[in-house]
């Protein structure tokens, strides 16, 4: 995924427009419909057309010089049959279930989440007192949720905020339709929800994370959540009250992936549906039209006793034109765009050199 410094190029896809959330929106518990921690939030209930996957586009791609490595690497996702929802789900209401056959084909995927690259929603914790003096507004069964004007993908927590030092987190304020808009631009595309599900349950079945069952193996942090008790206190025991950098905690999985769970919310390819059968199905590609699309991961705002949706199974929903402090995304390509080519080479050849180092010290 391309950094930052190239900053002058995704601003003519990224804008500022303003996202109001709907008052009925409830907290994240039991079986509710909405996600507090993920704020469902409505502009505009317009269907919008159906969109099949886009096509990559020919542009010429700059790669412009940076002091802070890239995180470009994609990884190959193979062709598999994996059991796509669960029988056992959490919150029903958001069709997790039932259970089903789905064989999803190769593909590539980023390694990473987009890296950081109006008025938006933002966590009230960590906006300026300066700021909040001039908010009039919340969402009623979240409160926390405090619309910010200024609040944008280069001022995530208001206009007196800065990613100057976050450079390597992961880009937030970031609609639906400015994410498909950039993955075009890097000759890429959204995934879509069955190839996010598969790329985060790996080989595994009938397991709640990419790597297992267990919160935290062995002890260690494997995704940056919330510790403590939501929204008052955050202990930050991950080391991370918001956003953490892209690469930060291991590879999630056998294949590899950074952060597919946690750290923020990913948008998918598919239009929001809820009701599904146990038929098998080859490469899903969601319904052809809808109101809202599906975003997929958990984030640093999900706590277990609040928002337990930091589970591959797991899935919420948001407006095409809705934006928030939480939610980013990453892109995936059927094949991988030429000028990444070089950039792979090197780096599965770094992984070969340090296997073949600790092969000798063994």
């Known amino acids: 995924m391309e950094k930052l410094v190239c900053v002058f190029l995704l601003s003519l896809f990224l804008c500022t427009s303003c996202e109001t959330c709907d008052g009925d929106?409830?907290?994240c518990d039991g079986d509710s419909k909405e996600e507090g921690c993920g704020c469902k939030v409505?502009?505009?209930?317009?269907?919008?057309?159906?969109?099949?996957?886009?096509?990559?586009?020919?542009?010429?791609?700059?790669?412009?010089?940076?002091?802070?490595?890239?995180?470009?690497?994609?990884?190959f996702i193979e062709r598999g049959t994996f059991t796509m929802g669960t029988d056992e789900p959490v919150f029903p209401v958001d069709g997790e279930g039932p259970a089903r056959k789905v064989t999803v084909y190769g593909f590539y995927l980023d390694k990473h989440e987009a890296e950081s690259f109006g008025n938006s929603f933002c966590l009230e914790n960590y906006v300026s007192e300066e700021v909040l003096k001039n908010v009039t507004q919340s969402v009623a069964a979240a409160p926390w949720?405090?619309?910010?004007?200024?609040?944008?993908w280069r001022h995530p927590n208001g206009p007196d905020s800065s990613i100057k030092d976050i450079m390597?987190?992961?880009?937030?304020?970031?609609?639906?339709n400015d994410a498909v808009k950039y993955c075009e631009w890097a000759g890429k595309r959204l995934p879509t929800e069955a190839e996010f599900e598969r790329a985060c349950k790996g080989n595994l079945k009938s397991?709640?994370?990419?790597?297992?069952?267990k919160e935290e193996?062995?002890?260690?942090?494997?995704?940056n959540i919330w510790h403590g008790k939501f929204p008052s206190e955050n202990t930050a025991d991950d080391g991370?009250?918001?956003?953490?950098?892209?690469t930060e905690f291991p590879e999630q999985n056998i294949f590899g992936v950074k952060n597919i769970i946690g750290n923020v919310w990913e948008w998918t390819q598919d239009w929001w549906e809820t009701k599904f059968t146990p038929t098998p199905k080859k490469n899903p590609k969601g319904p052809r039209f809808g109101t809202d699309k599906v975003k997929k991961g958990g984030s640093y705002m999900c706590h277990k006793n609040y928002c337990y949706r930091y589970r591959c199974d797991a899935r919420s929903q948001?407006?095409?034109?809705?934006?928030?402090?939480?939610?980013?995304?990453?892109?995936?390509?059927?094949t991988l765009p030429s000028y990444l080519n070089d950039i792979n080479l090197v780096q599965e050849e770094v992984l070969l050199d340090e296997d073949n180092i600790v092969k000798e010290e063994l």
């Open 207 to 213: 397991r709640l994370f990419p790597w297992g069952n």
């Open 25 to 27: 929106s409830s907290q």
């Open 217 to 223: 193996p062995k002890g260690k942090h494997w995704m």
């Open 168 to 176: 390597d987190h992961p880009v937030v304020h970031v609609s639906w």
């Open 240 to 246: 991370y009250h918001t956003t953490a950098p892209v």
């Open 318 to 334: 948001n407006t095409p034109d809705s934006s928030a402090v939480n939610l980013g995304f990453r892109c995936a390509s059927d």
């Open 42 to 75: 409505n502009r505009d209930s317009t269907k919008y057309s159906s969109n099949e996957h886009n096509e990559k586009a020919d542009e010429q791609h700059v790669n412009i010089p940076s002091d802070i490595p890239r995180t470009n690497e994609m990884l």
């Open 145 to 152: 949720w405090v619309p910010i004007n200024g609040a944008d």
